[in-house]
């Protein structure tokens, strides 16, 4: 049970977002452009994947499932590849550039401080753009916010995986800025 009665059963962010729908739109937006705009080079796949990994690393059931889930539709991948990637994605079989970008989010996600030159380095030798880097970094930030509102307020989440497997395609064709909040 939240910490707060949201006044509907929604599960995670959605059921925050239904109580504040002022707050919902600017927060949604920034979740559009970070993860679904065409203007970038890294794909929805890879951007979804970062938001992912920095959910786990932070523990927020909710997010890492959710944007797992989202990550394995665009990239063509099952859940269990998802979990193994954010489990150890030195070991995965992704490209070095993800590696590099995911080494930088998991920085972010300790401390902003935590990014090194020499991991924006490797990330460059690794074909990352100054953009792929920026919008890494973002992307990683933000999900810390996301995952901090989620869990301060001890939203619910679904514990069954498929749960989120099967609201992947409908969640990647609506977008973020889906005005009803209730799917």
Known sequence: MAHINLQNDLPGIRGLMAYRPDTAKPLNALAEALLRSDENTL???????????????????FCQHVHGALAGHYLQCDIQTIEEIKQDFTAADISEKMKALLQIAGSVQQSGQMVTLAQIAEARVRGATDREIHDTVLIAAAFCMFNRYVDGLATWAPTDLQF???????RAAEGYLATDLRT
Do not use: D, H, M
């Open 43 to 61: 794909t929805r796949g890879e951007r979804e994947l970062i938001g992912a990994y920095v959910s786990y690393r932070n523990n927020c059931f």
């Open 164 to 170: 989120y497997v099967n609201r992947a395609p409908q």
